[in-house]
Protein backbone atom coordinates (compact mmCIF):
# COMPACT_ATOMS: atom_id res chain seq x y z
CA UNK A 1 0.00 0.00 0.00
CA UNK A 2 3.00 2.58 0.46
CA UNK A 3 3.04 4.91 -1.69
CA UNK A 4 -0.46 4.35 -3.36
CA UNK A 5 -3.92 7.08 -2.76
CA UNK A 6 -3.52 10.06 -3.38
CA UNK A 7 -0.65 12.45 -3.62
CA UNK A 8 0.16 14.15 -0.18
CA UNK A 9 0.92 17.28 0.39
CA UNK A 10 4.91 18.23 0.95
CA UNK A 11 5.40 17.52 4.47
CA UNK A 12 5.71 19.88 6.54
CA UNK A 13 9.91 21.16 7.29
CA UNK A 14 9.31 22.29 10.64
CA UNK A 15 12.33 24.51 12.94
CA UNK A 16 13.32 23.82 16.45
CA UNK A 17 15.40 27.40 16.03
CA UNK A 18 12.92 28.99 18.61
CA UNK A 19 12.57 25.94 20.65
CA UNK A 20 14.51 27.21 24.54
CA UNK A 21 17.62 24.85 25.46
CA UNK A 22 15.87 23.77 28.62
CA UNK A 23 12.50 22.39 26.58
CA UNK A 24 15.35 21.49 23.77
CA UNK A 25 16.36 18.70 26.38
CA UNK A 26 13.23 17.59 27.19
CA UNK A 27 12.88 16.31 23.45
CA UNK A 28 15.83 14.54 23.84
CA UNK A 29 15.38 12.91 26.68
CA UNK A 30 12.08 11.87 25.00
CA UNK A 31 13.95 10.58 21.68
CA UNK A 32 15.91 8.32 24.06
CA UNK A 33 13.38 7.09 25.88
CA UNK A 34 10.95 6.45 23.08
CA UNK A 35 13.30 5.44 19.87
CA UNK A 36 13.78 2.13 19.07
CA UNK A 37 16.90 1.55 16.94
CA UNK A 38 17.51 -1.64 14.55
CA UNK A 39 19.70 -3.36 16.73
CA UNK A 40 16.74 -3.28 19.56
CA UNK A 41 14.40 -4.22 16.68
CA UNK A 42 16.25 -7.34 15.76
CA UNK A 43 17.01 -8.58 19.80
CA UNK A 44 12.69 -7.85 20.20
CA UNK A 45 12.05 -9.85 17.23
CA UNK A 46 14.48 -12.95 18.13
CA UNK A 47 12.58 -13.24 21.51
CA UNK A 48 9.38 -13.16 19.59
CA UNK A 49 10.09 -15.93 17.92
CA UNK A 50 11.18 -17.99 21.06
CA UNK A 51 7.68 -16.90 22.67
CA UNK A 52 5.76 -17.65 19.63
CA UNK A 53 7.10 -21.44 19.80
CA UNK A 54 6.82 -21.58 23.78
CA UNK A 55 3.07 -20.76 23.42
CA UNK A 56 2.57 -23.58 21.39
CA UNK A 57 4.32 -25.78 23.61
CA UNK A 58 3.00 -28.10 26.66
CA UNK A 59 4.06 -25.89 29.22
CA UNK A 60 3.15 -23.00 27.51
CA UNK A 61 4.09 -18.90 27.55
CA UNK A 62 2.71 -15.48 28.31
CA UNK A 63 1.45 -15.63 24.24
CA UNK A 64 -1.76 -18.11 24.26
CA UNK A 65 -1.20 -19.28 20.68
CA UNK A 66 -4.78 -20.46 20.45
CA UNK A 67 -5.45 -23.25 18.42
CA UNK A 68 -8.88 -21.93 16.36
CA UNK A 69 -10.12 -24.81 14.65
CA UNK A 70 -10.01 -23.02 11.61
CA UNK A 71 -7.88 -25.98 9.48
CA UNK A 72 -8.01 -24.35 6.04
CA UNK A 73 -7.25 -21.19 4.22
CA UNK A 74 -10.31 -20.74 1.21
CA UNK A 75 -10.38 -21.41 -2.12
CA UNK A 76 -12.56 -18.61 -3.45
CA UNK A 77 -15.20 -21.01 -4.42
CA UNK A 78 -17.04 -21.22 -0.85
CA UNK A 79 -20.71 -20.41 -1.52
CA UNK A 80 -23.65 -19.48 0.81
CA UNK A 81 -25.68 -16.98 3.03
CA UNK A 82 -24.06 -16.33 6.63
CA UNK A 83 -24.71 -14.25 9.43
CA UNK A 84 -21.62 -12.14 11.21
CA UNK A 85 -21.18 -10.55 14.34
CA UNK A 86 -18.80 -8.33 15.17
CA UNK A 87 -17.96 -7.82 18.68
CA UNK A 88 -15.07 -5.36 18.96
CA UNK A 89 -13.48 -2.79 21.23
CA UNK A 90 -15.69 -0.16 19.95
CA UNK A 91 -18.77 -1.07 17.71
CA UNK A 92 -21.27 -3.96 17.65
CA UNK A 93 -21.52 -5.52 13.80
CA UNK A 94 -24.01 -7.62 12.38
CA UNK A 95 -23.81 -8.62 8.45
CA UNK A 96 -25.15 -10.55 6.56
CA UNK A 97 -22.74 -11.96 3.34
CA UNK A 98 -23.83 -13.94 0.69
CA UNK A 99 -20.43 -15.64 -1.01
CA UNK A 100 -21.21 -15.64 -4.82
CA UNK A 101 -20.57 -18.25 -7.37
CA UNK A 102 -18.31 -16.55 -8.94
CA UNK A 103 -15.03 -16.93 -7.50
CA UNK A 104 -13.78 -14.93 -4.66
CA UNK A 105 -16.88 -12.52 -4.85
CA UNK A 106 -18.98 -11.74 -2.23
CA UNK A 107 -22.47 -9.21 -1.30
CA UNK A 108 -22.79 -8.20 2.25
CA UNK A 109 -25.66 -5.80 4.16
CA UNK A 110 -24.61 -4.78 7.36
CA UNK A 111 -25.90 -2.68 10.36
CA UNK A 112 -23.24 -0.69 12.81
CA UNK A 113 -24.78 -0.54 16.50
CA UNK A 114 -22.56 1.68 18.98
CA UNK A 115 -21.24 -0.50 22.32
CA UNK A 116 -22.56 2.01 24.87
CA UNK A 117 -19.40 3.08 27.09
CA UNK A 118 -21.35 1.32 30.62
CA UNK A 119 -21.52 -1.83 29.21
CA UNK A 120 -18.26 -2.33 28.76
CA UNK A 121 -17.49 -2.37 32.68
CA UNK A 122 -21.01 -3.52 33.75
CA UNK A 123 -22.56 -7.12 34.20
CA UNK A 124 -22.72 -9.95 32.01
CA UNK A 125 -26.28 -10.59 31.30
CA UNK A 126 -26.72 -7.11 29.83
CA UNK A 127 -24.10 -7.78 27.37
CA UNK A 128 -25.40 -10.52 25.96
CA UNK A 129 -29.33 -9.45 25.99
CA UNK A 130 -27.96 -5.99 24.35
CA UNK A 131 -26.12 -8.54 21.60
CA UNK A 132 -29.04 -10.35 20.94
CA UNK A 133 -31.30 -7.51 20.78
CA UNK A 134 -29.15 -6.13 18.01
CA UNK A 135 -28.93 -9.50 16.19
CA UNK A 136 -33.05 -9.56 16.48
CA UNK A 137 -33.67 -6.01 15.24
CA UNK A 138 -31.36 -6.87 12.52
CA UNK A 139 -32.92 -10.15 11.55
CA UNK A 140 -36.43 -8.39 11.81
CA UNK A 141 -35.60 -5.38 9.69
CA UNK A 142 -33.70 -7.26 6.63
CA UNK A 143 -36.09 -10.75 6.76
CA UNK A 144 -39.66 -9.40 8.26
CA UNK A 145 -41.51 -11.42 5.21
CA UNK A 146 -39.49 -14.24 5.15
CA UNK A 147 -39.73 -17.68 7.37
CA UNK A 148 -36.20 -18.55 8.11
CA UNK A 149 -34.87 -22.02 8.93
CA UNK A 150 -31.54 -21.71 10.35
CA UNK A 151 -29.25 -18.88 10.07
CA UNK A 152 -25.25 -20.14 10.38
CA UNK A 153 -23.35 -17.41 12.13
CA UNK A 154 -19.88 -16.76 12.48
CA UNK A 155 -19.30 -15.04 15.48
CA UNK A 156 -15.95 -12.58 15.71
CA UNK A 157 -15.08 -12.46 19.58
CA UNK A 158 -12.03 -10.13 19.77
CA UNK A 159 -10.70 -11.44 22.80
CA UNK A 160 -8.18 -13.98 24.01
CA UNK A 161 -10.27 -16.89 24.17
CA UNK A 162 -9.15 -21.34 24.86
CA UNK A 163 -11.02 -22.97 22.26
CA UNK A 164 -10.83 -27.35 22.43
CA UNK A 165 -13.92 -26.29 19.27
CA UNK A 166 -14.83 -23.64 17.00
CA UNK A 167 -17.97 -23.43 18.60
CA UNK A 168 -16.70 -22.83 22.14
CA UNK A 169 -14.48 -20.05 23.61
CA UNK A 170 -12.88 -19.77 27.05
CA UNK A 171 -12.68 -16.34 27.88
CA UNK A 172 -9.04 -15.94 29.16
CA UNK A 173 -9.07 -12.92 30.38
CA UNK A 174 -10.58 -9.12 28.89
CA UNK A 175 -8.45 -6.52 27.11
CA UNK A 176 -9.01 -3.05 25.68
CA UNK A 177 -10.80 -1.61 28.93
CA UNK A 178 -13.00 -4.15 29.16
CA UNK A 179 -14.12 -5.51 32.59
CA UNK A 180 -17.20 -7.64 32.76
CA UNK A 181 -17.49 -9.99 35.84
CA UNK A 182 -18.79 -13.29 35.37
CA UNK A 183 -17.01 -14.27 31.70
CA UNK A 184 -13.94 -14.34 32.47
CA UNK A 185 -12.88 -18.20 32.59
CA UNK A 186 -16.58 -19.64 31.28
CA UNK A 187 -17.07 -20.70 27.61
CA UNK A 188 -18.91 -17.80 26.17
CA UNK A 189 -20.70 -19.55 23.53
CA UNK A 190 -23.63 -20.62 25.98
CA UNK A 191 -24.34 -17.39 27.13
CA UNK A 192 -24.72 -16.02 23.58
CA UNK A 193 -27.29 -18.73 22.85
CA UNK A 194 -29.10 -18.63 26.09
CA UNK A 195 -29.80 -14.82 25.16
CA UNK A 196 -30.60 -15.85 21.47
CA UNK A 197 -32.83 -18.93 22.24
CA UNK A 198 -35.15 -16.32 24.73
CA UNK A 199 -35.70 -14.46 21.77
CA UNK A 200 -36.18 -17.59 19.44
CA UNK A 201 -34.34 -16.30 16.75
CA UNK A 202 -33.39 -18.78 14.17
CA UNK A 203 -29.44 -18.34 14.37
CA UNK A 204 -27.16 -21.41 15.40
CA UNK A 205 -23.39 -20.44 15.74
CA UNK A 206 -21.32 -22.04 14.01
CA UNK A 207 -17.79 -21.00 14.51
CA UNK A 208 -16.54 -18.46 17.08
CA UNK A 209 -13.63 -16.47 15.47
CA UNK A 210 -11.07 -13.57 16.41
CA UNK A 211 -10.80 -11.08 14.31
CA UNK A 212 -7.30 -11.31 13.36
CA UNK A 213 -8.16 -15.25 12.09
CA UNK A 214 -10.69 -13.52 10.01
CA UNK A 215 -9.02 -11.07 8.53
CA UNK A 216 -5.65 -13.89 7.57
CA UNK A 217 -9.28 -15.83 6.09
CA UNK A 218 -11.29 -12.80 4.30
CA UNK A 219 -7.90 -11.22 3.05
CA UNK A 220 -6.62 -15.06 1.54
CA UNK A 221 -10.14 -15.31 -0.32
CA UNK A 222 -8.91 -12.78 -2.86
CA UNK A 223 -5.29 -12.67 -2.20
CA UNK A 224 -3.43 -16.19 -1.99
CA UNK A 225 -0.04 -14.35 -0.90
CA UNK A 226 -1.83 -13.19 2.49
CA UNK A 227 0.25 -15.77 4.91
CA UNK A 228 -0.55 -13.44 8.21
CA UNK A 229 -3.38 -11.67 9.62
CA UNK A 230 -2.93 -8.35 11.77
CA UNK A 231 -5.17 -5.89 13.46
CA UNK A 232 -3.75 -2.86 14.64
CA UNK A 233 -6.75 -0.86 16.24
CA UNK A 234 -8.28 -0.63 19.27
CA UNK A 235 -6.07 -3.70 20.23
CA UNK A 236 -3.33 -5.26 18.34
CA UNK A 237 -2.79 -8.71 17.42
CA UNK A 238 -2.11 -11.45 14.63
CA UNK A 239 -3.07 -14.70 13.49
CA UNK A 240 -1.46 -16.89 10.82
CA UNK A 241 -1.54 -20.85 9.35
CA UNK A 242 0.38 -23.09 11.59
CA UNK A 243 1.21 -27.02 10.96
CA UNK A 244 -0.37 -29.19 13.68
CA UNK A 245 2.91 -31.19 13.75
CA UNK A 246 4.44 -27.78 14.81
CA UNK A 247 1.36 -27.42 17.91
CA UNK A 248 2.97 -29.75 20.68
CA UNK A 249 -0.07 -28.89 22.83
CA UNK A 250 -2.49 -30.39 20.48
CA UNK A 251 -0.34 -34.02 20.17
CA UNK A 252 -3.13 -35.84 22.39
CA UNK A 253 -5.34 -35.14 19.46
CA UNK A 254 -3.36 -37.03 16.93
CA UNK A 255 -3.75 -34.88 13.76
CA UNK A 256 -1.88 -35.67 10.70
CA UNK A 257 1.44 -33.54 11.56
CA UNK A 258 1.34 -31.24 7.74
CA UNK A 259 -2.73 -30.33 8.60
CA UNK A 260 -3.00 -26.63 8.80
CA UNK A 261 -4.42 -24.97 11.65
CA UNK A 262 -4.77 -21.10 11.79
CA UNK A 263 -3.48 -19.93 15.54
CA UNK A 264 -4.67 -16.64 17.13
CA UNK A 265 -1.20 -15.52 18.76
CA UNK A 266 -2.75 -13.32 20.95
CA UNK A 267 0.48 -11.13 20.74
CA UNK A 268 -0.64 -8.20 22.94
CA UNK A 269 0.49 -10.33 25.60
CA UNK A 270 4.38 -10.56 24.13
CA UNK A 271 6.68 -9.85 27.07
CA UNK A 272 4.26 -9.42 30.10
CA UNK A 273 7.30 -10.49 32.47
CA UNK A 274 9.25 -7.28 30.96
CA UNK A 275 12.36 -9.03 29.41
CA UNK A 276 12.91 -6.79 25.86
CA UNK A 277 10.67 -3.93 25.18
CA UNK A 278 12.03 -0.62 26.25
CA UNK A 279 9.13 0.60 28.81
CA UNK A 280 9.31 3.85 29.76
CA UNK A 281 8.06 4.99 33.20
CA UNK A 282 5.10 6.39 31.07
CA UNK A 283 4.22 2.90 29.90
CA UNK A 284 4.38 1.72 33.02
CA UNK A 285 1.99 4.00 34.76
CA UNK A 286 -0.77 3.32 31.87
CA UNK A 287 -0.15 -1.05 33.03
CA UNK A 288 -0.62 0.08 36.67
CA UNK A 289 -3.65 2.06 36.45
CA UNK A 290 -5.21 -0.09 34.04
CA UNK A 291 -7.96 -2.90 34.86
CA UNK A 292 -5.48 -5.37 33.96
CA UNK A 293 -2.16 -4.51 34.91
CA UNK A 294 0.43 -6.82 34.23
CA UNK A 295 -1.10 -8.01 30.59
CA UNK A 296 -0.45 -7.15 27.36
CA UNK A 297 2.64 -5.60 27.68
CA UNK A 298 3.31 -5.06 23.88
CA UNK A 299 -0.68 -4.11 23.31
CA UNK A 300 -0.48 -1.40 25.58
CA UNK A 301 2.90 -0.14 23.89
CA UNK A 302 1.20 -0.28 20.31
CA UNK A 303 -2.67 -0.28 20.15
CA UNK A 304 -5.12 2.75 19.44
CA UNK A 305 -6.92 2.77 23.05
CA UNK A 306 -3.10 3.33 24.70
CA UNK A 307 -1.08 5.60 22.59
CA UNK A 308 -3.06 8.81 23.58
CA UNK A 309 -2.69 8.03 26.87
CA UNK A 310 0.68 7.78 26.88
CA UNK A 311 1.05 10.77 25.09
CA UNK A 312 -1.23 12.60 27.98
CA UNK A 313 1.15 11.51 30.47
CA UNK A 314 3.99 12.62 29.21
CA UNK A 315 2.68 16.15 28.90
CA UNK A 316 1.13 16.25 32.46
CA UNK A 317 4.77 14.99 33.57
CA UNK A 318 6.18 18.32 32.11
CA UNK A 319 3.87 20.76 32.82
CA UNK A 320 4.05 19.08 37.03
CA UNK A 321 7.62 17.82 37.40
CA UNK A 322 10.31 18.51 34.81
CA UNK A 323 12.12 21.93 35.27
CA UNK A 324 10.44 23.11 31.93
CA UNK A 325 7.03 23.26 33.30
CA UNK A 326 5.00 23.85 29.94
CA UNK A 327 1.56 25.31 29.64
CA UNK A 328 2.61 27.39 32.92
CA UNK A 329 0.51 28.81 34.40
CA UNK A 330 -2.64 27.06 32.85
CA UNK A 331 -5.24 24.85 33.81
CA UNK A 332 -5.09 21.67 32.15
CA UNK A 333 -7.88 20.21 34.42
CA UNK A 334 -9.35 18.54 31.41
CA UNK A 335 -5.74 17.28 30.18
CA UNK A 336 -5.12 15.49 33.70
CA UNK A 337 -8.35 13.28 32.87
CA UNK A 338 -7.35 9.61 32.18
CA UNK A 339 -8.28 8.66 28.74
CA UNK A 340 -8.95 12.13 27.45
CA UNK A 341 -7.04 12.10 24.35
CA UNK A 342 -7.53 9.04 21.91
CA UNK A 343 -5.10 7.77 18.71
CA UNK A 344 -7.51 10.14 16.58
CA UNK A 345 -5.93 13.40 18.22
CA UNK A 346 -2.21 12.16 17.85
CA UNK A 347 -3.12 11.34 14.29
CA UNK A 348 -4.52 15.27 13.87
CA UNK A 349 -1.37 16.36 15.23
CA UNK A 350 1.13 14.52 12.81
CA UNK A 351 -1.41 15.15 10.08
CA UNK A 352 -0.96 19.46 10.79
CA UNK A 353 0.68 20.64 7.81
CA UNK A 354 1.47 24.33 8.62
CA UNK A 355 4.77 25.47 9.74
CA UNK A 356 3.59 27.12 12.45
CA UNK A 357 1.21 24.15 14.06
CA UNK A 358 -1.94 26.08 13.92
CA UNK A 359 -4.25 23.03 14.00
CA UNK A 360 -2.30 21.65 16.96
CA UNK A 361 -2.60 25.13 18.41
CA UNK A 362 -6.29 25.30 17.98
CA UNK A 363 -6.70 21.52 19.12
CA UNK A 364 -5.31 21.99 22.16
CA UNK A 365 -6.96 25.05 22.45
CA UNK A 366 -10.47 23.75 21.47
CA UNK A 367 -10.48 20.39 23.24
CA UNK A 368 -8.06 20.66 26.23
CA UNK A 369 -8.47 24.65 26.63
CA UNK A 370 -4.49 24.94 27.01
CA UNK A 371 -3.00 27.94 24.81
CA UNK A 372 0.62 25.81 24.15
CA UNK A 373 3.56 28.61 22.49
CA UNK A 374 5.69 27.52 19.30
CA UNK A 375 8.13 26.07 21.18
CA UNK A 376 5.63 23.92 22.91
CA UNK A 377 3.81 22.99 19.87
CA UNK A 378 6.65 21.96 18.52
CA UNK A 379 7.56 19.59 21.48
CA UNK A 380 4.09 18.24 21.14
CA UNK A 381 4.56 17.37 17.19
CA UNK A 382 8.34 15.39 17.93
CA UNK A 383 6.42 13.39 20.69
CA UNK A 384 3.42 12.50 18.94
CA UNK A 385 5.72 11.64 16.12
CA UNK A 386 7.78 9.24 18.49
CA UNK A 387 4.64 7.51 20.26
CA UNK A 388 3.65 6.67 16.87
CA UNK A 389 6.58 6.05 15.17
CA UNK A 390 7.64 3.41 17.86
CA UNK A 391 4.23 1.73 17.80
CA UNK A 392 4.96 0.79 14.02
CA UNK A 393 8.34 -0.18 15.01
CA UNK A 394 7.41 -2.66 17.55
CA UNK A 395 4.75 -3.85 15.23
CA UNK A 396 7.21 -4.87 12.42
CA UNK A 397 8.66 -6.98 15.09
CA UNK A 398 5.80 -9.05 15.40
CA UNK A 399 5.37 -9.52 11.83
CA UNK A 400 8.75 -10.37 11.39
CA UNK A 401 9.06 -13.22 14.49
CA UNK A 402 6.26 -15.09 12.48
CA UNK A 403 7.57 -14.70 8.94
CA UNK A 404 11.18 -15.63 10.32
CA UNK A 405 8.83 -18.77 12.29
CA UNK A 406 7.70 -19.73 9.26
CA UNK A 407 10.22 -19.04 6.74
CA UNK A 408 8.32 -17.05 4.28
CA UNK A 409 10.42 -15.01 2.47
CA UNK A 410 8.12 -13.36 0.76
CA UNK A 411 4.36 -12.90 1.47
CA UNK A 412 1.26 -10.38 1.97
CA UNK A 413 -0.07 -9.58 5.48
CA UNK A 414 -3.30 -8.39 5.72
CA UNK A 415 -3.79 -5.81 8.11
CA UNK A 416 -6.96 -3.64 9.88
CA UNK A 417 -7.88 -1.68 12.18
CA UNK A 418 -8.01 2.17 12.80
CA UNK A 419 -4.26 2.46 13.59
CA UNK A 420 -3.40 0.88 10.22
CA UNK A 421 -6.32 2.62 8.78
CA UNK A 422 -5.93 6.49 9.77
CA UNK A 423 -2.96 7.26 11.52
CA UNK A 424 -0.64 8.93 9.51
CA UNK A 425 2.63 7.01 8.33
CA UNK A 426 2.02 3.78 10.29
CA UNK A 427 2.65 1.55 7.00
CA UNK A 428 5.61 3.48 6.04
CA UNK A 429 7.04 3.32 8.97
CA UNK A 430 6.25 -0.34 9.56
CA UNK A 431 7.59 -0.82 6.27
CA UNK A 432 10.74 0.74 6.80
CA UNK A 433 11.34 -1.10 9.98
CA UNK A 434 10.55 -4.62 8.43
CA UNK A 435 13.43 -4.23 6.33
CA UNK A 436 15.86 -3.02 9.20
CA UNK A 437 15.08 -6.24 11.24
CA UNK A 438 15.42 -8.82 7.97
CA UNK A 439 18.07 -7.03 6.42
CA UNK A 440 16.76 -6.50 2.81
CA UNK A 441 18.86 -4.74 0.50
CA UNK A 442 17.54 -1.31 -0.96
CA UNK A 443 14.81 -1.10 -3.33
CA UNK A 444 16.33 -0.70 -7.32
CA UNK A 445 12.95 1.18 -7.89
CA UNK A 446 10.67 2.94 -5.69
CA UNK A 447 7.60 0.75 -7.34
CA UNK A 448 9.24 -2.26 -6.23
CA UNK A 449 7.18 -4.83 -3.65
CA UNK A 450 8.82 -5.47 -0.89
CA UNK A 451 9.28 -9.14 -0.17
CA UNK A 452 7.00 -8.35 2.71
CA UNK A 453 4.32 -6.31 2.19
CA UNK A 454 1.53 -5.27 4.54
CA UNK A 455 -1.36 -4.64 3.00
CA UNK A 456 -5.10 -3.30 3.81
CA UNK A 457 -7.34 -6.34 4.69
CA UNK A 458 -10.76 -7.32 3.37
CA UNK A 459 -13.30 -7.37 6.00
CA UNK A 460 -12.32 -10.02 8.76
CA UNK A 461 -14.83 -10.02 11.14
CA UNK A 462 -18.02 -9.99 8.35
CA UNK A 463 -16.18 -12.08 5.37
CA UNK A 464 -13.79 -13.48 6.98
CA UNK A 465 -15.92 -14.68 9.49
CA UNK A 466 -19.06 -16.01 7.01
CA UNK A 467 -15.73 -17.55 5.41
CA UNK A 468 -14.53 -19.79 8.88
CA UNK A 469 -18.79 -20.78 8.96
CA UNK A 470 -18.38 -21.95 5.06
CA UNK A 471 -15.20 -23.47 5.71
CA UNK A 472 -16.16 -25.42 8.77
CA UNK A 473 -19.62 -26.74 7.61
CA UNK A 474 -17.88 -27.99 4.34
CA UNK A 475 -15.21 -29.95 6.40
CA UNK A 476 -18.12 -31.44 8.85
CA UNK A 477 -19.74 -32.61 5.54
CA UNK A 478 -16.93 -34.50 4.66
CA UNK A 479 -16.86 -35.95 7.78
CA UNK A 480 -14.00 -34.16 9.69
CA UNK A 481 -14.89 -33.73 12.76
CA UNK A 482 -11.91 -32.43 14.62
CA UNK A 483 -12.46 -29.35 16.99
CA UNK A 484 -16.43 -29.70 16.53
CA UNK A 485 -18.22 -29.52 19.78
CA UNK A 486 -21.58 -29.42 18.48
CA UNK A 487 -22.26 -31.45 15.19
CA UNK A 488 -25.66 -31.49 15.02
CA UNK A 489 -25.38 -27.77 14.52
CA UNK A 490 -23.88 -28.09 11.60
CA UNK A 491 -26.34 -30.26 9.71
CA UNK A 492 -29.36 -28.69 7.76
C1 LIG B 1 -7.46 -8.92 21.78
C2 LIG B 1 -7.36 -9.75 20.53
C3 LIG B 1 -7.76 -8.94 19.33
C4 LIG B 1 -7.03 -7.61 19.29
C5 LIG B 1 -7.49 -6.75 18.13
C6 LIG B 1 -6.73 -7.60 21.61
O1 LIG B 1 -6.92 -6.81 22.75
O2 LIG B 1 -6.94 -9.62 22.89
O3 LIG B 1 -8.16 -10.91 20.63
O4 LIG B 1 -7.50 -9.68 18.17
O5 LIG B 1 -7.23 -6.92 20.49
O6 LIG B 1 -8.83 -6.47 18.17
Not at 293 to 315: H, N, S, T
Not at 382 to 406: F, H, Y
Request: charged share 25%.
Amino acid sequence: MVGLGPRKPPSRKGSMADVPKDLMQEIKRLEELFTVDKAKLKQITDHFINELAKGLSVEGGSIPMNPTWCMSFPTGDEQGTFLALDMGGTNLRVCEIILTDQKSEFDIIQSKYRMPEELKTGDADELWEYIADCLQQFIESHHADTKLEKLHLGFTFSYPATQDYIDHGVLQRWTKGFDIDGVEGHNVVPMFEAAIAKRGVPIKLTALINDTTGTLIASAYTDTKMKIGCIFGTGCNAAYMENCGSIPKLAHMNLPPDTPMAINCEWGAFDNEHKVLPRTPYDIIVDKDSPRPGQQAFEKMIAGLYLGEIFRLVLVDLHDNKDVHIFEGQNIDKLRKAYTLDSSFLSLVEEDPFENLSETGDLFQNKLGITATHPELELIRRLAELIGTRAARLSACGVAAIAKKKNYKTCHVGADGSVFNKYPHFKQRGAVALREILDWPAKKNPKEEDPIEILAAEDGSGVGAALIAALTLKRVKEGNMAGILHPENFRG
